[in-house]
T-cell receptor, first 110, second 115 residues
């Protein structure tokens, strides 16, 4: 059973377009993290959201945590080829162990 | 800050041999480290949770006698794949976290190929 459903799993768009990646669950998380991973490397932490309804911005990336702390979204404005990678959401429940979504493989075409 | 290293970055070994992978937190003390396995084009699968000075906690379906984990200090955890077989070939990634934090910092991964 996948506790965190990420969608879409694959996304290929043109440079300059906007996109949103979703991370949904029926479970409540104490915090949720977004990572970006490039081929052959480990995931790099982008952001942690903790409070329901919280919105965090990182340049062209906007992260939102749902009011009930069960879902999150990542919105990228004016995507660039450098945004290409695997985006992973991960939820924490109590203990430090994280539950990962399936990942969204994003390709930005020049 | 929050840098985690792994060594080696890649390794090729023969079937039946054992391979040790090291995970180090370079600029912080990691009370807990995690070991993941990742297959091509898939997400991370947690194998085990390693706490300094105690036995690791393995996820369901992970053989503890095959994947030996040692967390002898606050900056070092090791994963030993014993009697490796070709199906053990994978990308192994560790992460580390400070006491009380949910934020995990990942190492660069180790590509294991068993021939």
């Amino acid at each position: 059973t996948q506790l965190l459903e990420q969608s879409p799993q694959f996304l290929s768009i043109q440079e300059g377009e906007n996109l949103t990646v979703y991370c949904n669950s029926s479970s409540v998380f104490s915090s949720l993290q977004w990572y970006r991973q490039e081929p052959g490397e480990g995931p790099v932490l982008l952001v942690t959201v903790v409070t329901g309804g919280e919105v965090k911005k990182l340049k062209r990336l906007t992260f939102q945590f749902g009011d009930a702390r069960k879902d999150s979204s990542l919105h990228i404005t004016a995507a660039q080829p450098g945004d290409t990678g695997l985006y992973l959401c991960a939820g924490a429940r109590g203990a430090q162990k994280l539950v990962f979504g399936q990942g969204t493989r994003l390709t930005i075409n020049p | 800050g929050a840098v985690v290293s792994q060594h080696p970055s890649w390794v090729i070994c023969k079937s039946g041999t054992s391979v040790k992978i090291e995970c180090r937190s370079l600029d912080f003390q990691a009370t807990t480290m995690f070991w993941y396995r990742q297959f091509p084009k898939q997400s991370l699968m947690l194998m085990a949770t390693s706490n300094e000075g105690s036995k690791a906690t393995y996820e369901q379906g992970v053989e503890k006698d095959k994947f030996l984990i040692n967390h002898a200090s606050l900056t070092l955890s090791t994963l030993t794949v014993t009697s490796a077989h070709p199906e053990d070939s994978s990308f192994y990634i560790c992460s580390a976290t400070e006491d009380g934090s949910h934020e995990q910092y990942f190492g660069p991964g180790t590509r294991l190929t068993v021939t």
